[in-house]
């Protein structure tokens, strides 16, 4: 496995709520930490919650207080469960890899699509 894989994803009404998996290599994994990025369409693509090697979390003012962003080692995989969702949460959301390490540069997911409607 080379990049990472995006699970998740879909539509829902406002008020709603969905669950992100992205899932990497073990080596990657255990290096690297992981951000969620969106992009909405016409937008620059944004960082929204990241999370460390050592477990260390932080989110975007947009987003904090109803989204979490979460690891499950067993599986090297990390989830961003996003509660109370918005119109203005539509986007691609991105995993990407994070870290100074070579290993960590330019690995990302396929995207998903998150549509929130009113």
């Known amino acids: 496995q080379v990049g990472l894989v995006e699970s998740g994803g879909g539509s829902v009404q406002a008020g709603g709520s969905l669950q992100l998996s992205c899932t990497a290599s073990?080596?990657?994994?255990?290096?690297?930490?992981m951000g969620w990025y969106r992009q909405a369409s016409g937008e620059e693509r944004e960082l929204v919650s990241s999370?460390?090697?050592?477990?260390?979390?932080n989110y975007s003012d947009s987003v904090k207080g109803r989204f979490t962003i979460s690891e499950e080692r067993t599986k090297n995989t990390r989830y961003l469960q996003m509660n109370n969702l918005q119109p203005e949460d539509t986007a691609v959301y991105f995993c990407?890899?994070?870290?100074?390490?070579?290993?960590?540069?330019?690995?990302w997911g396929q995207g998903t699509q998150v549509t929130v409607s009113s």
């Open positions: 990407s890899a994070l870290g100074i390490r070579p290993a960590c540069r330019n690995i």
């Open positions: 073990e080596y990657i994994f255990s290096r690297c930490g």
């Open positions: 999370i460390s090697v050592d477990g260390t979390t």
